[in-house]
T-cell receptor, first 113, second 110 residues
Framework: DVKVTQSSRYLVKRTGEKVFLECVQD?????MFWYRQDPGLGLRLIYF???????EKGDIPEGYSVSREKKERFSLILESASTNQTSMYLC????????????FGPGTRLTVT | GQNIDQPTEMTATEGAIVQINCTYQ??????LFWYQQHAGEAPTFLSY????GLEEKGRFSSFLSRSKGYSYLLLKELQMKDSASYLC???????????FGKGTRLSVIA
């Protein structure tokens, strides 16, 4: 069974703090993704990575950065958290190729106050 | 640009059949995926279509028409546990990330 885990289910941070969201997958997947999910807006892609040390911007990368030092781990960093980054953050991973589905982690609900 | 449309909400009765539609306009097409997401949980994969036609998997079926940019998810013999959001997603080319619609929230009532 593919397992994608995220470091926290719930997180509360203050405006201006640096926030790290960690994601680990145990199926040796090359591809990893970070999305945020907001009511009425659906899932929006922040960043993704096809391999270690590689990263690509998604649709809404502003205010975020990522790190992929090991194949199994993909971290999302909020350099200076703002209230409009309050959201549900979902990590996903997949094998390469067009037919492979993405497997999602349980999500981290981040509140920035 | 990418545009994926699905109804926001639907309600159906336990034991009935419901069809959730999805239309897409994307720069390319390399497959359409359906996911189920219960409230507060992660999306889980339901089905994948890349060729025209119907794919059946138990109580769930998914249909694709590439020429019309259209898919539907058909749920038969509805159960209360089918109350969830259903997400339509398209891969527009090669190994790219999925692009998701906003999801359809299905409520199954007794």
């Amino acid at each position: 069974d593919v397992k994608v885990t995220q470091s926290s289910r719930y997180l509360v941070k203050r405006t201006g703090e640096k926030v790290f969201l960690e994601c680990v997958q145990d199926m040796d997947h090359e591809n990893m993704f970070w999305y945020r999910q907001d009511p009425g807006l659906g899932l929006r892609l922040i960043y993704f990575s096809y391999d270690v040390k590689m990263k690509e911007k998604g649709d809404i990368p502003e205010g975020y950065s990522v790190s992929r030092e090991k194949k199994e781990r993909f971290s999302l960093i909020l350099e200076s958290a703002s209230t409009n980054q309050t959201s549900m953050y979902l990590c996903a991973s997949s094998l390469p190729g067009q037919s492979h589905e993405q497997y999602f982690g349980p999500g981290t609900r981040l509140t920035v106050t | 640009g990418q545009n994926i449309d699905q109804p926001t909400e639907m309600t159906a009765t336990e034991g009935a059949i419901v069809q959730i539609n999805c239309t897409y306009q994307t720069s390319g097409f390399n497959g359409l995926f359906w996911y189920q997401q219960h409230a507060g949980e992660a999306p889980t994969f339901l089905s994948y279509n890349v060729l025209d036609g119907l794919e059946e998997k138990g109580r769930f079926s998914s249909f694709l028409s590439r020429s019309k940019g259209y898919s539907y998810l058909l749920l038969k013999e509805l159960q209360m546990k089918d109350s969830a959001s259903y997400l339509c997603a398209v891969r527009d080319k090669g190994n790219t990330p999925l692009v998701f619609g906003k999801g359809t929230r299905l409520s199954v009532i007794a």
